[in-house]
């Protein structure tokens, strides 16, 4: 991490001066500071209450910010499904945003955490429509990043998506050991068998939430896009394989949430599962480790201390296989083609899965590598002919070269996996982000804090176009990257195609024809690897490969 962000303008300075000058003709018109304090005078009908929202960012842009979907998870309502959120009199005036679910903070300054607490199942909306009849697309965002941060607050701002005729829509969900326990009394108490994956039907809370509610802001509850990158994009991977979301939504986008059901990298990617056997176990083992005789003694306990008991203990609180809200593994429902079939937008970065420009490895390593990876299926000697290296320079960069052809492969094999060949099965359309956002971002903890390249998460920013809201350095070239970017997503949230109006063509996959699309740096269809040599080495070793995924 630099020691210091790169030619950072200061904070008042990002949102005034630099969105006049560089964001003027890309994101629209900034409000003036009155108009930010100024609430939407049009109160908006839910279930619970009226609201009003607050100025959203760009001008035309309503948010409104910690409408509860579901009751607290607190006390007697810990470990339990969602339960109906709480109703209110009068007029709630939507400006603020609601606690995050309680979790362990690593790396962030103190004023850049959010509050924490268990009544946390929230979300935010941001619209520029203006009434109930409007029926604009909605995009429901699901936080992703490296246990840094969970939250779906200020970090995902849906400003330059509503301005483009999308109603955004931001939630918080219960993570680590609130939104994952399971535990053999958790079991016996269910309606159905089986415990964690909390967090998970939490979002499926939100989703419902949204189908009865959206019309009021604006939206379209039979247009909603379930999108979210890394964790987010494995709860929507999950929520795809599940039967407990459908119907609730109608198109998904993943960022950085994919690869084939063979690849290893699974073990730490989005097919990171456990039986429920082993996570009742896990739990029974954590709470003894906390000193908690039963149920009731875990119920009891601070919700700080479960956190800082879990963050001790690095206990493992992934999504558990129970039978109901994920009915089988990755590896499997994909292979049954069993996944809800909607169109599918994902991609995933250049500067991840092990490649980067700053990559440091030494030749002998980088040999003794291809030995033991590609030695066993006689086809180490193959790789260094495909991505040669005569120096410990040379070596990071064929290394950084053989991880983005793997990355790209395996996400084809991936939606090769997922798109049906019947002619009446939806479209999926891919890409590959390669542009490096520039300088250094200190207001986002989550995405990019350390990392280098288009690093995972890079996209991030371009997707939602939320680049005004940040410390980067940004360029012309970024805002014009965000916008037609931004663009792509909201022709999609729309008709489940990202095509249209003047962008350049995104052609949907094709089984046959091993192509993508870059985005980022360039616009336009490339091959999944860099040579049709490097293609049928990468898929005869993934097709090698097993994982128990």
């Known amino acids: 991490m630099p020691s210091a962000p790169l030619n950072r303008p200061n904070r008042l300075n990002r949102r005034g001066f630099l969105g006049a000058a560089a964001v003027a003709g890309l994101l629209g018109t900034l409000p003036t500071p009155a108009e930010a304090r100024t609430a939407a005078a049009t109160a908006v009908s839910t279930e619970s209450g009226q609201v009003t929202g607050v100025q959203g960012g760009l001008r035309g842009v309503t948010v409104y910010k910690g ?9 007697a309502n810990r ?12 007029v709630r005036t939507a400006d603020s945003w609601g606690p995050a679910c309680p979790q362990p903070v690593t790396g962030i300054p103190g004023d850049q955490v959010p509050a924490f607490g268990e009544d946390c199942l929230n979300l935010n909306i941001w619209t520029a429509a203006t009434g109930s009849g409007n029926g604009s697309p909605v995009l429901v965002w699901l936080y992703g990043g490296d246990r840094a941060l969970w939250s779906g607050q200020e970090i995902y701002n849906g400003s330059l998506l509503a301005a483009k005729g999308v109603v955004v829509v931001t939630l918080d969900h219960r993570v680590g050991p609130l939104g994952g326990l399971a535990h053999p009394e958790l079991t016996a108490e269910s309606a159905y068998g089986g415990s964690g994956n909390w967090g998970i039907l939490d979002v499926v809370a939100a989703l419902e939430w949204v189908r009865r509610n959206i019309a009021a802001f604006g939206g379209d509850p039979d ?11 494995s709860v929507v991977h999950i929520l795809l394989a599940s039967r407990q979301a459908g119907g609730l939504y109608h198109r998904a986008l993943l960022s950085s949430g994919v690869r084939y059901t063979k690849d290893p990298a699974l073990a730490t990617g989005p097919g990171r599962y456990r039986t429920l056997a082993a996570a009742e176990a896990d739990g029974t083992d954590f709470a003894a480790r906390l000193g908690a005789a039963d149920l009731a003694a875990l119920r009891a306990l601070d919700a700080d201390d479960i956190v800082s008991g879990a963050e001790a203990d690095t206990a493992d609180f992934g999504h558990v296989l129970d039978g109901h809200v994920l009915p089988d593994t990755y590896t499997a429902v994909l292979t049954a083609r069993a996944e809800t079939d909607v169109p599918v937008l994902t991609g995933v970065c250049k500067d991840a899965n092990g490649a980067s420009p700053e990559l440091k490895l030494t030749l002998d390593a980088f040999r003794a590598y291809a030995r033991s990876e590609f030695g066993p299926l006689g086809l180490a000697d193959t790789f260094l002919d495909l991505y040669p290296a005569d120096s410990d320079t040379t070596a990071a960069q064929q290394f950084s070269a053989y991880a983005r052809d793997e990355e ?3 996400a084809f094999l991936w939606a090769t996996q997922f798109k049906d060949t019947a002619a009446d099965s939806s479209a999926v359309h891919t890409y590959f982000w390669t542009r490096v956002p520039p300088g250094y971002d200190d207001t986002n903890p989550v ?3 350390a990392a280098t390249g288009a690093f995972e998460g890079s996209d991030v920013y371009y997707l939602l176009g939320y680049l005004y809201n940040t410390d980067r350095p940004w360029t012309s070239k970024d805002y014009d990257t965000a916008d037609t970017t931004a663009s792509y997503v909201a022709r999609f949230a729309a008709t489940g195609d990202p095509n249209g109006g003047s962008l350049a063509n995104w052609p949907a996959l094709a089984t046959d024809t091993p192509r993508t699309m870059e985005l980022g740096a360039n616009s336009g269809t490339i091959a ?5 040599a490097k293609l049928a080495f990468l898929t005869t070793y993934l ?6 995924f």
Do not use: F, N
Request: proline content about 10%; hydrophobic content about 35%; overall charge negative.
């Open 447 to 449: 995405i990019g804090t």
């Open 543 to 548: 097709e090698s490969q097993t994982t128990e």
């Open 223 to 233: 247009r909603v896009t379930l999108a979210g990158w890394a964790e987010g994009a």
């Open 79 to 90: 470990w339990r499904p969602p339960q109906p959120a709480p109703t209110w009199d009068g």
């Open 528 to 532: 999944v690897a860099d040579s049709d």
């Open 408 to 410: 790209r492969v395996s």
């Open 67 to 75: 409408i509860p979907y579901a009751g607290t998870t607190a006390g």
